[in-house]
């Protein structure tokens, strides 16, 4: 994604503040911090380790089971066919499989689709970002996106992509930081998002703009929860700052309920859409 533009509107202004260029329009920004290639695949490298953790795993799927009792999607899960994009461990996608009617994974690294290939689920339901099909094998019912949106290197090419492989009914679930925030921008670079791998940072108006010349509406908003630890928050120092992740104990078991900054949204594919 350039660094020049923002995607809501290739007219908009940008300012730059530090390490931030924002959009004037609609306020998402782009991170320089992290701009040249050889930090975002640095941070890439270190999500997945994170994300492979079991403990870190089990609370990311009671985190997203309880995004889908409270987005009400849960009473249909079961008539859905869905797609997770950027699925990292496969720990939802895994429980998807069991749970929807068909469980698509898209993820960008070649190693997370062949890990999740070895825990059992079907490889033709699995595929490597950068080389998916024209088609699916099913139009999708609901699209999945755990923190995963704001990695998309071309968000107008995939979600082009997703509207010709989406149900006429079609919705997303997006949980994303928020860029203007109010965390956000009380805490500039010490927001935890701003992170290697998180180049760029999504507001509300950008991202709804954006989804709604793919033909999607925004339906709903909900305040996204996460169960977090000890362990888990400070893996988000150690990545900020290259600390070794310090061994917790007893620790370890804790968990809460947490959200810096973080949005929850579900989009709905309009009628009038073709």
């Known amino acids: ?6 995607p809501c509107s290739p007219d908009t202004g940008m300012v730059r503040t530090g390490t931030v260029l924002r959009c004037t329009r609609c306020g998402s920004f782009h991170d320089l911090t992290f701009a040249t290639e050889e930090a975002r695949s640095d941070g890439d490298s270190d999500a997945v380790h994170r994300y492979s953790d079991a403990a870190i795993a089990r609370l990311k799927l009671r985190t997203f089971q309880n995004w889908l009792h409270r987005t009400r999607l849960d009473r249909e899960i079961g008539s859905l066919v869905v797609c997770e994009v950027g699925f990292r461990g496969a720990v939802c996608l895994e429980w998807l499989h069991y749970a929807a009617s068909r469980a698509f994974g898209i993820e960008p690294s070649v190693d997370a689709v062949m890990r999740a290939a070895a825990m059992g689920l079907p490889g033709g339901d699995l595929f490597v970002a950068n080389v998916l099909p024209t088609r699916l094998p099913e139009p999708v019912d609901l699209w999945i996106f755990q923190d995963s949106f704001e990695h998309l290197p ?4 995939f979600c082009g992509w ?7 009914s079609a919705r997303l679930l997006i949980v994303c930081p928020e860029a203007n925030a109010p965390s956000e921008r009380l805490l500039g670079r010490w927001w935890p998002h701003r992170l290697p791998d998180h180049p760029f940072h999504w507001s509300r108006p950008g991202l709804s703009e954006v989804l709604g010349r793919f033909g999607f509406a925004l339906e709903r908003r909900f305040f996204p929860w996460k169960q977090v630890s000890p362990r ?4 988000h120092l150690a990545l900020k700052s290259g600390w070794a992740l310090p061994r917790l104990g007893w620790l370890d078991g804790l968990t809460f309920p947490a959200n810096i900054g973080e949005m929850g949204l579900v989009f709905r594919r309009r009628a009038d859409t073709p």
């Open 1 to 6: 994604m350039s660094d020049a533009v923002c």
């Open 154 to 157: 071309d968000p107008k090419v």
């Open 162 to 168: 997703m509207q010709a492989n989406s149900s006429d």
């Open 232 to 235: 888990l928050l400070l893996s």
